[in-house]
C-alpha cells in the first residue's frame, strides 16, 4: 500500500489525494503539522530531503516527492495521462504552468492568510501575489472559454493540478466571480466521480 505524507490543507498533497481517490487506490495517510516543524524530522527527511509534502513511499521503499511528478507517476496508463504525444506534453505544459504561474500566487496568498497572523511581515506580498495571481486565473479563464476540460474533451491530471489551489483561491483574497467559466470547470471537476473534498478525511482504514 502506499504511503502518503501530507497536511490535509495543503493543495498539492490534495492533488495526490483526489487521484488516488479517482483511481480507487488504497493508501495510509500520514498527516504532518507543517507549521510546526513536521517535515524537518529526521525520518521525513530521509524520505524527501527537500523537507516539504507532499511525498509517498511505495510498497518497495522508493519514495517519490513533487506533487505533479507523483501525480504523472500516479496517472500513467490510465485515462488520467493522455497516450497521445501532443496532449500528454500539453498536460505537463500545465503542469508546469501551475508551478510556476499559478502555485506560486495563489497558493502563497492563500497560504499566508490561513497560516500566519495578521501584521505577519509577509502580508505586505499579498497585493502582489493578488496581482500576478489574477493574472494566471485570467490566462485559465481565457483557455476553458471553448473547451471543458484543461486538454483535450477529457479530465486529466492538469485538471486535478490546476483545480487544488483554484477552487480555494478566495480564502487568499480572489474573486472567483471575476471568473465565470472557472467557477463553472470548478463545478464539472467536482461533480466527477470518486471526488473528495479537499480537508475530508480519509477513510478510517486509511488514516495514520
Known sequence: MITLYDNRDS???????????????????VDLDIDHGGTRTPEFLAINPNGKIPAIVLDDGRALSESNAIMTYL????????????ERAQVLQWLFFEQYSHEPQVAVARYIRRHLPEGHPRYAELPARIENGRKALSVMEQHLSNRPF???????IADIGLFAYTHVAEQG????????????????????????????????????
Not at 11 to 29: E, I, M, Q, T
Not at 75 to 86: H, N, S, Y
Open 150 to 156: 484543461m486538454v483535450g474533451d477529457g479530465f486529466s
Open 173 to 208: 483574497g480572489f474573486d472567483l466571480g471575476e471568473f465565470p467559466t472557472i467557477q463553472a470547470w470548478c463545478g464539472r471537476i467536482a461533480a466527477q466521480p470518486s471526488h473528495v473534498p479537499m480537508l475530508a478525511g480519509p477513510p478510517p482504514h486509511q488514516a495514520s
Open 75 to 86: 496517472a500513467d496508463g490510465t485515462p488520467f495521462l493522455p497516450l497521445d504525444r501532443f
Open 11 to 29: 493543495g498539492n498533497g490534495y492533488k495526490v489525494r483526489l487521484l488516488l481517490a479517482r483511481l480507487g487506490l488504497d493508501y495510509r495517510l
